[in-house]
């Protein structure tokens, strides 16, 4: 009996995972910090649409073939993923139909970002994903047009000064490349060498210090707005776990580590904001 439960838990953590729950609640949560910065009110629509919009692309990206196949495939477990995903979808196109145009062109730059990344530009070409050093850069861009352009957006505040989006936008690609260098350790042994990540042309140790440094200068920029205290003992913890995730990260890491663990800072992020505020 124990270890049926243990099972079942196993099957829907793994579930959670491979259906892009998980990294879609990331996103969902950068997006309501950037709310937080700015002093805004929780915006429903805009968040729910972030996140169901990050499930479908995310599983597109990791399972493009899934949706070529048959509607009832012979794998379970591809005809539950695909469920999940229509499931996005339609309540993806919900709340695009209660958010304002103009994030709605934002939303489309950010998925022909997401398409240019799994397929390919041209016929007989390579997408942008294996295009040699692009992979990191891409992703950062992606999530930060999402999770601070589009909150930015869809306020339609005709106040809002281009220097703070700009520096918003900045320092959340900044966070983002940090929090992805420990996938890139992880796909090492994986990656072609063709793909030029950071850690296959710096070496393990020096894609370490490079994050480490740079989430430093992430925590230094915050501290030039101002912060309350509460604010930046938050930035400093979220710099801190940032910087452990990388160091702790190596090419033999466990299944779930990144694409669990390092993905749960911002909800860890989030979470700090909603009790302590």
């Known amino acids: 009996m124990y270890l049926c439960g243990v099972n079942l838990l196993k099957k829907i953590f793994s579930f959670y995972i491979d259906a892009n729950i998980h990294v879609a609640l ?3 949560s950068l997006a309501r910090i950037t709310l937080f910065r700015f002093k805004w009110p929780y915006d429903e629509a805009m968040c729910y649409f972030i996140f169901y919009s990050s499930m479908l692309g995310y ?6 073939g899934l949706f070529m196949r048959p509607i009832f495939h012979k794998s379970l477990n591809d005809n539950i993923l695909r469920t999940t995903s229509f499931i996005a979808l339609i309540s993806a196109g919900y709340y695009a139909s209660l958010i304002r145009p103009l994030t709605l062109i934002l939303a489309g730059m950010a998925g022909l970002l997401v398409l240019m990344y799994t397929l390919p530009i041209r016929p007989n070409s390579s997408n942008m ?3 040699y ?11 930060a047009i999402v999770t601070v352009l589009l909150p930015i957006a869809n306020k339609g505040s005709d106040t809002m000064d281009l220097a703070a989006v700009s520096w918003a936008f900045a320092q959340r690609v ?4 940090v929090l992805t260098l420990p996938f890139e350790i992880r796909d090492m042994k994986v990656d072609p060498t063709s793909l030029g990540t950071v850690p296959q042309r710096l070496g393990i140790i020096k894609t370490k210090w490079l994050g ?16 309350t205290v509460r604010d930046k003992i938050l930035m400093a913890g979220i ?3 940032a910087i452990l995730s990388l160091i702790c990260a190596y090419e033999h890491q466990s299944n779930f580590y990144s694409s669990f663990w390092v993905e749960a800072i911002p909800m860890v992020w989030l979470t700090l904001y909603l009790f302590w505020s």
Request: glycine share 6%; net charge positive; with cysteine.
């Open 26 to 28: 990331a996103v969902y």
């Open 59 to 64: 599983t597109f990206i990791k399972r493009p």
């Open 129 to 131: 994903r294996n295009t």
């Open 133 to 143: 050093g692009w992979k990191i850069f891409l992703v950062a861009v992606c999530w």
């Open 174 to 177: 900044v966070l983002v490349l």
């Open 212 to 227: 480490t440094v740079l989430m430093l200068l992430w925590f230094g920029s915050h501290l030039l707005l101002g912060l």
């Open 239 to 241: 710099c801190s776990l």
